[in-house]
């Protein structure tokens, strides 16, 4: 367990740094729970829109994979249900430790944009994703707060 807490501080440190089009951390009192937040694609009918959702890590983590939800209307996934990606407990044949919580962002950040049919999926037209993509914005975490002040740590990072 002691090795497990290291890699989540290293980890956590890592991601103090926003990537160029998401952020994340662990919430204050768990290093189990990581909240994250997508900045929508640009070129994209997911363009402007501010996604957030949470990534909950087993205690053996990184030896198994996590499971992810998303926490807002988005016309990409369902709200609050396990999200079946290759990255996550759905395969944990798949799973490697080598993955960490930067680069399954960089993984769900472009799986956001790609059709599939996988559990939690969801298929809504353009325009209710362009629509969703507006609303998204007011969106405000209870451990986070609103979504606009991390889309504003996210573009400082970028230098925009």
């Known amino acids: 367990m002691i090795k497990n ?15 160029e089009c998401f952020y994340i951390q662990p919430l204050k009192d768990d ?8 900045l929508g694609s640009k ?7 501010l996604y957030h ?9 990184p030896l198994s994979p996590p499971d992810i939800y998303y926490l807002n209307e988005n016309g990409r996934y ?17 799973w490697t430790p080598a993955w ?8 769900v950040n472009a799986y956001f944009i790609l059709e599939d049919n996988g559990i939690g999926s969801i298929k809504e037209s353009d325009a209710i994703r362009r629509e969703k993509a507006q609303k998204s ?24």
């Open 5 to 19: 807490n290291k890699r989540l501080l290293k980890e956590k440190e890592e991601n103090s740094t926003p990537g």
């Open 31 to 38: 290093l189990h729970k990581w909240h994250f937040t997508i």
């Open 43 to 49: 070129d994209s009918v997911y363009e402007g829109g």
């Open 53 to 61: 959702g949470y990534f909950v890590l087993p205690p053996d983590y």
């Open 78 to 94: 369902k709200i609050n249900t396990k999200i079946c990606m290759t990255i996550t407990s759905y395969h944990k044949e798949a």
């Open 100 to 107: 960490t919580l930067r680069t399954m962002m960089e993984a």
């Open 137 to 160: 914005r007011a969106y405000s975490c209870p451990q986070c707060g609103p979504l606009t002040e991390v889309e504003k740590c996210v573009l400082a990072a970028k230098g925009k």
